[in-house]
């Protein structure tokens, strides 16, 4: 029977020299789930992300997507699960140098044959599915807000349609409004394209009303994995719960 899950991390430890950021941890993501890793600063929230976009080996352990242990893989393998991920940076990571079209022609040109014309064509597209009027295509990173600058940053992790979403703070830097706006693109792109989300976040706004379930942790371990409606259940207040982790 085809597993439900479309992350699997088991016995997961993860050190920096001699300390230990996880020990032996284990949780599930499912298949069309937005889940998001909390923890407090220095709880390995980056360090848990990281293992599942190959830039940290862990020591010990599993990371298994889509059925395969990642960290496994040989490298023709590696490659082609990395066209499985898109990843949204922190702060977008464009290139300042490049236009916005540019920008979201990159992996088009790179990973596919297509022609110029589609290529372009398709870059237009996601601009438009992530709320960007087609003008902005002509703009370089320096032209834009900060929340434009995600949001293309986002239709550049879309471009190859992978399977799976890694974000990393996806709304820091943005103001409350925009947030929201931030989070109800996510829900929408989630169900739309039927796509796993995976988002490391101190936004507890976006907790509350994008995120399905979570991982929240704390000492090396897991505090606490499930959804946010089960976590209020446990709770005498949510709020003040998720605000002290």
């Not at 029977?1 to 020990?23: F, P």
């Not at 550049?156 to 992978?162: G, I, T, W």
């Amino acid at each position: 029977m085809e597993s439900q899950n479309i992350i699997e991390v088991r016995n997961l430890t993860t050190t920096y020299g001699k300390r230990i950021i996880h020990d032996k941890i284990s949780f599930n993501i499912g298949k069309k789930e937005i889940f998001a890793l909390l923890g407090g600063s220095g709880s390995g929230k980056s360090t848990l992300l990281n293992t599942m976009i190959f830039l940290k080996q862990p020591t010990s352990g599993e990371v298994r997507i889509l059925g395969q242990d990642i960290w496994k893989l040989n490298t023709k393998d590696a490659l082609k699960m990395k066209l499985n991920m898109g990843v949204l940076f922190q702060f977008g990571a464009l290139f300042s140098s490049l236009s916005v079209l540019e920008n979201l022609t990159i992996p088009l040109r790179e990973w596919t044959n297509f022609s110029s014309y589609d290529i372009e064509s398709l870059a237009y597209i996601w601009l438009t599915r992530v709320g960007l009027k087609a003008e902005v295509a002509k703009l370089y990173p320096n032209e834009l807000s900060g929340g434009m600058v995600k949001r293309v940053g986002l239709a550049r992790a879309l471009a190859l349609s992978p399977k799976i979403l890694f974000l990393d703070e996806p709304t820091s830097g943005l103001d409350p409004k925009s947030a929201r706006h931030f989070d109800a693109l996510i829900v929408e792109l989630r169900d739309l394209l039927e796509i796993s989300v995976v988002m490391v976040t101190h936004d507890m706004e976006s907790v509350k009303g994008a995120v399905d379930r979570m991982v929240i942790l704390k000492n090396q371990e897991i505090l606490f994995e499930g959804s946010v409606q089960t976590l209020a259940q446990q709770t005498e207040s949510l709020d003040l719960f998720l605000y002290q982790i």
